[in-house]
């Protein structure tokens, strides 16, 4: 072989091994940009929740409507309070991830506190819970955040209050556009139940 064609040879060598790496790298490369792009994603929901709870709390203490938007790409789901299934009074937000901080789960984690009981005591409990889950697929995780209202009552009143939450035509509502319109609707008392309704617009 001449001293021209080995260099060609050679060359061709070099390009085809750095080629196969750049092919047995390139993948890995991608999957950890990836997965660090979704770790993002999901700490972003998250803190989402964190302030769409302080949104609706500040609302219905406030009055007023405020508009707020999510740009993690997913389904939205707003379940009022006069749906009839378990997820009534909550909002779910479900996504497709590579990561997630959820353990593997069919059922709801409590993230904010601890007491998941149907009343809790006003000036201690949180009025919503923000929950998640997560279920493995092939793939991708399935990640979910709700966010449940329920009643808090006052010890010293025994006044019981609590945050309702309705839709335009009080049925359940999906959207994947990532917008939330909150809105205070009205106050009213029952015996000693003091309703606040939240019309949430998506």
Known sequence: MKKGQSQIVSALIIVLIGLSIL????????????????????????NFFKKLDSTIVDRARNGGEESLELKVPGKIT??????????NNSIVFMFESKVSN?????????????????????????????????????????VQYKLWFR??????????????????DDTEKQSTQGFFRVQRLSSN??????????????
Do not use: C, H, M
Not at 23 to 46: E, H, L, M, N, R
Not at 78 to 87: D, I, K, M, T, W
Not at 156 to 167: E, F
């Open 23 to 46: 092919g047995t790298v390139f993948p890995w490369a991608v999957s950890i940009i990836q997965k660090k792009k979704d770790a993002k994603s999901v700490d972003d929901v998250y």
């Open 151 to 168: 009643e808090l009552e006052d010890e010293t009143t025994r006044n019981i209050y609590k945050i309702s939450i309705t839709t335009s």
């Open 78 to 87: 707003v379940y009022p309070e006069s749906y009839s299934g378990a997820l």
């Open 102 to 142: 959820i353990a593997n789960s069919t059922t709801w984690i409590p993230l904010n506190t601890p007491n998941l009981n149907e009343t809790g005591i006003l000036g201690i409990d949180k009025s919503a819970v923000i929950f998640g889950k997560s279920t493995l697929g092939d793939n991708e995780i399935t």
């Open 189 to 202: 008392k029952v015996g000693n139940l003091i309703k606040t309704q939240i019309n949430i617009i998506v």
